[in-house]
Structures are given as C-alpha cells and as structure tokens.
C-alpha cells in the first residue's frame, strides 16, 4: 500500500459498499412505515417499534463484531455481514405480518451493525495517516449522499410502483454493495496486526468499547437524535396526512443540497473559531426547520423547511462527530467513533418509538411543533455538557498536535 495514495481500488470499493448499504438503510427506513401502515394494517406506534427494535440490534451487536474481528479477523467477520445483510434484504419479499417483519429488522439490524463496523475498520486502515482527515471525509460524503438519495427512490418506488418493485430495488442496491465488497483486498499488514492484536488480547473489557472523553458531546447528538428520528422516520406520513405523497420524496434532496451547500464554509469556521460560532446557530436552524414543518400547508413551506433542518442537523452531526474523534488520543479514536455512533443510533431507536406512539396521540403536526421548542432546549445541554468548555478542550488538541509535529 502506498504510503501517500488514498484513491487506491480498495478504498474506492469500500467507499462504494458503505453507500450502497447505508443507501438501502435510508431507502427502507422511510418506506417500511409505510409498508407497515399501507399494506400490513399497522399503526405509527408499531412503526416506530420496528425502528426502535433495528437500532437495538445494530448497537448491541457493534461491540461483539469488534471481539470478532480480533478473534476470526476482518476479513472473515466482513464476509459474514456481507451475506447476512444480503440474506435479510431477500427476505422482505416473504414477510406478511409485523411478527415476520419485526424479526427480519432484528436480522437486518444485526448485518447494519456488522456492516458498518467493519467497512469502518477496513477504510481506517486502508487510509494514509497523513491523509485520514481527508479520506475519511470523502468516507463520510459517501454516507450523506445515500442520505438523500435513499429516502427520494424509497418514496419514489412504493408510491409509484408499490411494495413489490420497492423490495426489488431494495435487494438490488444490496447486491450492488456486495459485490464491491467482495472485490476488497484486505492488505496484508493489516492481516498482521490484526493476527498480532489476537494474541494479545483476551476477553471483554468494557472500558475498551467505550471512549469516555467522547461521551459528553455524544450525549449532546443523542438528545437532538430524538428529535431528528421524527423526521427520517416519519416524515413522509406526516407528508401523506398533508397530501404532499408527491412532494415528500424530494424533502431529503433539498435537506442534502443544503447540507453540501452549507459543509465548506462550515468547516472552515469550525477549524478558525471553534464548536460554539458552528453549534449555536445550527441549533437555531434546527429549532426553526421544525417549526416551519409544523406549520407547513403547501409544498413550499415543507420543502423550506427542509432547508433549515438540513442546514441544522446536517451541521451539528459532522461537528460533533469531529469533536468526539479529536478529543480521543490517537489510539482511542476507534472507541471514540463507535461511542458516537452507538449513542446517535440509540437516540434515533428510542426517539422512534416515542414519535411513533405521541404521533398517533396529538399528531404529527403538534408533534413537530412542540419538537421546535424541544430542539431549542439544546442549547442549554449542548452548553453545559460541551460549549462551555470547547475552547479549553480545542487548545488542548492544537497542543497536542503541535506537540506531535515537533
């Protein structure tokens, strides 16, 4: 491997395989509550049990495929998620009541986690050291382009074409995936270290898992996790009791546009003035972005909102997730971007199952609107668990990197 070269094949193909799953993630996120509710005669409190239940499943297995690799190897634990993601996107076509399809999201939720924990690992490692802030950039891009584009031909298919062709296009972005997975190359000092790593460690310590300087500011995107799980859950029933069905799929694309328009000014700001000048208006955003989907009556209101939103949570997730890594020392930087993870996941489980049943009781648009409120309030966790003490903590990193450029 190249010591400078971050485009090599692999790379490209791991970048490949993460959009491909993380893009049938989306895809069915936003239409299985309406497969639910459509053709299944389920209820929103169901949907978001079905979301809740998926989490679960992809955050409890997390730490388990990490021991795994230790202890079989990438490569082998890689193959394995690769079929049982496979396997489970097949199995949609035969579920035909919310038992069977709330234990195939179990299944699906146990190949996400496998998934994304070791395409993780793999590009961590395929990555130049002197180049992983950029190739794990373009690793991140890969994630919310499948943001936007997994949500608009979700909606597309099952209001256009139904169930049916949804699953089909469901199953075909999955093999997509898998076969450019199959087609990584897991490089041979990576082997080594990983064979190296197995006969040094033994058992589960807890304290390995779990990055503790990453929990604080992971706690702050759980609490706007819940309020975003109301919107890539539900937001397209609520489009349906709005009779926007045909707007509804192009909310995800204005979220995005927005993002990217957004991301290269946000970056730079965040790398001159640190967390707080990034944070405090993207939580305004975010509060507005609801508000407006409260109210909205047309699609132009809905889709403005998007805007927002996107501009909102689009920011905070990528900020955050930049604080928790830089914070961790070097060796814990793993720990640190599975802490984030598993408590972003964790938020977006829980906060589904409780859209779900407040959804079904005063409705969405009262829902949305008490969130707005909701979504304000972070700023006063987001200072107290985090903002007032982010320019100690960036000084603390620019020390330590001048420190290692020495």
Known sequence: MMVNRLWSK?????????????????YLLVTIPIYLIQDLQGNTAQAGLLVLVFYIAAIAIRPIAGKWIESFGIKKVFLASLILYLGAALMYFFTTSLISLMILRV????GFGMVTTTAGTIVANLIPQNRRGEGMGYYGLMMNMSMALG???????????????MFVVSFGSVIIGTVTGLLISIPKDVRKVQAETRLKKKGLNI????????????????????????IVSFVSVYAEELGLTEVASYFFIVYVIALIISRPFTGKWFDQYGANVIIIPSIISFAIGMFLLSQANGAFMFLLSAAFIGLGWGTIFPTVQTIAIAIALPNRRGAATATFYSTMDLGIGIGSLIVGILGAKIGYSSL???????????????????????????????AFELKKAE
């Open 10 to 26: 692999d790379y490209i193909f791991v970048c490949l395989t993460t959009f491909f799953m993380f893009l049938n993630y989306y």
């Open 107 to 110: 299944i699906h939720g146990v």
């Open 151 to 165: 949500p608009f031909l979700g909606l597309l298919a099952i209001n256009k074409w139904g169930a049916t062709i």
């Open 207 to 230: 304290n390995e898992l779990i990055e503790m300087s990453a929990l604080r500011v992971s706690l702050v995107c759980f609490f706007f996790a819940l309020v975003y799980s109301s």
């Open 368 to 398: 949305y609107f008490y969130s707005s409120f909701f979504a304000l309030a972070g700023l006063i966790v987001y200072y107290y668990l985090h903002g007032r003490v982010s320019r100690s903590i960036r000084e603390r990193v620019r």
